[in-house]
């Protein structure tokens, strides 16, 4: 069950300079951030209410953030959705016939298992699952 929007996923070039950015436009101080070497980025949390803004910024030149960035520039990259139960919310969506980027969740940050659905069966957007992890 889809529980609410854990938070959106915006793709910078530069961490330092966006969260200078992002600092002033929320009001905040630096942002928590942490590595996260399995999905090849940095990223940095702004809680907003029962969501938050993530940015990301890629760690690898190969890895799917980088060719985001390349092909679309920088902004919105994903909705994140937080759910109960990671493994039945996909085996229930692929029974609607959705695709997935990732068929096995991986690590994602902040302590959530992640899984993406794949933009061509959302209307182009991609849509990030995740689930806390106990």
């Known amino acids: 069950m889809i529980k609410k929007i854990n ?6 070039k530069n961490l330092g300079l966006s969260a200078e950015l992002f600092n002033k436009l929320f009001d905040r101080p630096q942002p928590f951030t942490e590595s996260v070497p ?4 940095t ?6 209410g029962e969501s938050s803004v993530e940015l990301i910024e890629s760690t690898s ?16 990259h994903h909705l994140c959705l937080e759910v109960d139960d990671l493994q ?3 085996i229930r969506l692929k029974g609607h016939g959705f695709q997935f ?8 940050g902040d302590g959530y298992w992640v ?3 794949h933009p ?6 991609l849509i990030e699952l995740c689930e806390k992890t106990n």
């Open 115 to 117: 899984a993406f659905l």
């Open 38 to 41: 399995e999905q090849k980025a």
């Open 120 to 125: 061509k069966s959302t209307n182009g957007v």
């Open 88 to 90: 039945e919310e996909i």
């Open 43 to 48: 990223i940095a949390f702004y809680p907003l």
């Open 101 to 108: 980027v990732n068929d096995i969740p991986s690590e994602g």
């Open 7 to 12: 938070h959106i996923g915006v793709a910078v």
């Open 61 to 76: 030149q190969e890895s799917s953030l980088s060719k985001f960035i390349e092909k679309r520039g920088e902004g919105i």
